[in-house]
């Protein structure tokens, strides 16, 4: 199951690998793409802006996979589905999600940080964000970690809350089940 699990994490990165080659235009790769197109009726972008469109699928990689983390304790609590030991996998990928998320967004900004400080100062969703980042990444160092935890979760609530200025349907979603995983959670408690 371990492998499993590894394996469909990676599946993301693999997509943004082929997004990522696919905007360099090598002749010999769009073939090969331009014929799983046809084969296999999938579409591969092929954005303007690639670094950022990176940062986007890193980070919806990242929620998730933290959403479905953070779903394996009340599906052991209330449905007896045991996934426990997979926690800690599922959260180092979070991690290294959000990291790549933060990382491709940077690289949007050409690393320059006068202009990466500036948009955190008019944008307070990004603040929120990279506060979610490091807090997640810490909270299983500390004694008190689920409550962290609890905190670096609504941290990445209000990220999606106010990062947009309508919200999808996908994003009720995501914040409707991580409220409900954590209420289930602290119910339980």
Do not use: Q
């Not at 996934?83 to 790549?100: D, M, P, T």
């Amino acid at each position: 199951m371990r492998y499993l699990i590894f394996f469909l994490a990676l599946i993301p990165l693999l997509a943004m690998g082929v997004v990522y080659t696919h905007a360099f235009e090598f002749s010999w790769f769009d073939a090969a793409v331009m014929w799983c197109e046809n084969a296999f009726g999938a579409h591969v972008p092929h954005p303007l802006h690639p670094y950022y469109y990176l940062s986007v699928m890193a980070g919806k990689s990242a929620l998730w996979m933290l959403i479905f983390a953070f779903w394996i304790s009340p599906f052991y609590t209330f449905v007896r589905f045991d996934l426990r030991e997979f926690k800690k996998l599922l959260g180092g990928f979070v991690i290294g999600y959000a990291l790549v998320h933060l990382l491709f967004f940077a690289l949007a900004y050409g690393f320059n940080a006068s202009a990466l400080g500036k948009a955190m100062s008019h944008y307070p969703f990004l603040s929120f964000g990279v506060g979610a980042l490091f807090i997640l990444a810490l909270a299983p160092l500390s004694k008190a970690g689920y409550k962290l935890l609890y905190l670096g979760v609504v941290a990445v609530m209000v990220h999606l809350l106010l990062g947009y200025k309508t919200l999808s349907m996908e994003h009720i979603i995501a914040i409707s089940l991580l409220a409900t995983a954590m209420a289930l959670r602290l119910i339980k408690r």
